[in-house]
């Protein structure tokens, strides 16, 4: 996170992309690095070397990616960049197990360098399944591809998942650290790419405002809910097995979560925020058995309606199991042990499926005494909202009451409105950008660190221990289209609470 001069990355660099006729590459890093071309954000000597197990020649690749493109960029698209971006990209054929492949790719390697003159400088980025993440990593070390000489880096970026639970996230760390060392290790949460996520560290601690508010003191509870429209699409293999408390919450929820709780950290250096981020996390009260069947809910999407459109069952999917019981919906209430936020609820919802695509973090102010007002039903007079929108329409905003004019005292809820695109204007961005950009400069601040993913990991273990002994057909339907199962609701109903429906 680039919080001073905008820290270009002149270093020259070539960035290798395994798994590079996947849809991660075509989808966002390709568009996200010509963007950053599009913005003067590369060196001017870099290179891409894509390598994956389907046979392509480097014209095949070219051609493919100028194809691709086209369908994946959000605004139009500048010929002449893209001209001078595809001559610096190359293929190489090669299965990930093979060791012969990386020999190829070394030998390759090292005449794109030449041709370049991108140093010795390499990013790995694996955009692979992640059975593989140790596999190259470990061929990569075998070939002294990530050994770092005086004056040039070796970094390489790991997608999620990252691990399936706490012992295989650490089994993986692990086997990186016999290869890597932790300061080489880029592991993706894209979350923390996104513009306003961002702007929650910039928003609390750069203000001097909200800081003195942000505690038990004046907050009555948190709400983050992450709600997508979509279903679990082509991806039922993966997600079958993994289900929305380990897709979502594991990483993106608590990373939000951590950004909203984290004290604040004594300079923006990346060790500096990731410790007071493991901090809060390591803080999240532990679940005990019994607290994770009245505190956590799950749900799945039965047959509905989305925006109108008529929409299969989740077990009708394709590679989904027709019995399974994977979640496709999760909502929890976390408490976290320490004197700023002792006994203040955070409750998180996630899933699939959901009325729309919508991110937001609402924090509801605890209500003003109302003595003043005996005479006014209390649903009218409104607790302070702040909400935080992640997407779409990034902004926040505030809600206070206001008097309604006229003769009479009456009190009615009004907005104060900040929208990011009405103020900055709207930049095509993948959310990949300022991630590969971090990384080419080597700045982890917005990466996980190993203990980052073990908290995380340590916080729904004891969660994904009760679901493994819960007799099978125990999870609760939801209609596609609804806000989630009823049991949801009882969540925050047993508190006097409930959900907001989001703008
Ligand atoms: C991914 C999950 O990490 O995040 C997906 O694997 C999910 O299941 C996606 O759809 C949501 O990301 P975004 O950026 O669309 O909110």
Redesign the pocket.
């Known amino acids: 996170m680039h919080t001073h001069d905008g820290g270009e990355a002149h270093d020259p660099s070539t960035i290798v992309v395994f798994g590079a006729d996947g849809d991660l590459t075509k989808r966002k890093l390709i568009p996200a690095l010509y963007h950053l071309m599009v913005g003067h954000h590369l060196p001017e000597q870099f290179a891409i070397v894509g390598m994956a197990i389907t046979p392509m020649s480097t014209e095949d690749f070219r051609a493919k990616l100028s194809k691709d493109i086209t369908e994946h960029l959000a605004g139009p698209m500048d010929r002449a960049v893209w001209e001078s971006f595809i001559q610096r990209v190359y293929y190489v054929t090669g299965d990930f197990l093979d060791p012969l492949a990386y020999r190829r790719l070394q030998e390759f390697l090292e005449e794109v360098s030449n041709r370049h003159q991108t140093g010795g400088n390499y990013l790995f980025y694996l955009a692979t399944a992640s059975q593989f993440f140790s596999e190259i990593v470990r061929q990569l070390g075998m070939r002294g591809l990530t050994a770092q000489r005086e004056g040039t880096w070796r970094r390489v970026i790991i997608e999620?998942?990252f691990g399936s639970d706490l012992a295989s996230a650490r089994a993986l760390n692990y086997e990186l650290s016999r290869v890597l060392q932790e300061n080489q290790i880029y592991r993706i949460d894209?979350?923390l790419g996104?513009e306003t996520v961002q702007n929650i560290l910039v928003f609390r601690f750069s203000n001097g405002i909200f800081e003195p508010v942000w505690n038990r003191r004046y907050i009555d509870h948190v709400q983050v809910t992450?709600a997508?429209s979509?279903g679990v699409e082509h991806?039922g293999r993966y997600?079958d097995a993994a289900g929305a408390l380990r897709?979502?919450v594991a990483?993106?929820l608590l990373q939000l979560v951590a950004l909203i709780a984290m004290e604040p950290p004594n300079s923006f250096d990346a060790n500096a925020v990731r410790d007071e981020k493991v901090k809060v996390t390591r803080g999240i009260l532990p679940f005990h058995p019994v607290e994770v069947l009245r505190a956590v809910v799950a749900g799945q999407y039965a047959e509905g309606k989305v925006a109108g459109k008529p929409v299969p069952a989740y077990r009708a999917e394709p590679y989904v199991a027709p019995d399974s019981d994977t979640e496709t919906f999760v909502a929890m209430k976390l408490l976290i042990d320490s004197w700023r936020w002792a006994d203040v609820p955070f409750y998180l919802r996630t899933g699939?499926r959901l009325p729309r695509?919508v991110?937001e973090i609402a924090i509801q102010f605890k209500r003003a005494p109302f003595m003043l007002f005996r005479q006014t039903a209390t649903e009218q007079l409104a607790p302070n909202l702040l909400i935080i929108r992640i997407?779409p329409d990034e902004g926040i905003s505030l809600r206070f009451d206001a008097k309604i004019p006229g003769p009479a005292v009456r009190v009615g809820k009004v907005d104060m409105e900040f929208q990011y695109a009405k103020y900055f204007g709207n930049e095509p961005s993948t959310?990949y950008e300022t991630l590969l950009h971090d990384c080419l400069v080597g700045d982890a601040t917005l990466f996980q660190r190993a203990d980052n993913v073990e908290a995380g990991w340590g916080v729904v273990e004891p969660i994904l221990e009760v679901w493994k002994g819960l007799p099978p057909k125990g999870v609760p339907l939801y209609q596609a289209g609804s806000w989630g199962p009823a049991e949801a609701d009882d969540l925050l109903a047993r508190e006097g609470r409930h959900w907001r429906i989001p703008d």
């Open positions: 999620k998942p894209h979350y996104k992450v997508e979509l991806r997600y897709d979502m990483n993106h699939k695509r991110t997407q959310g």
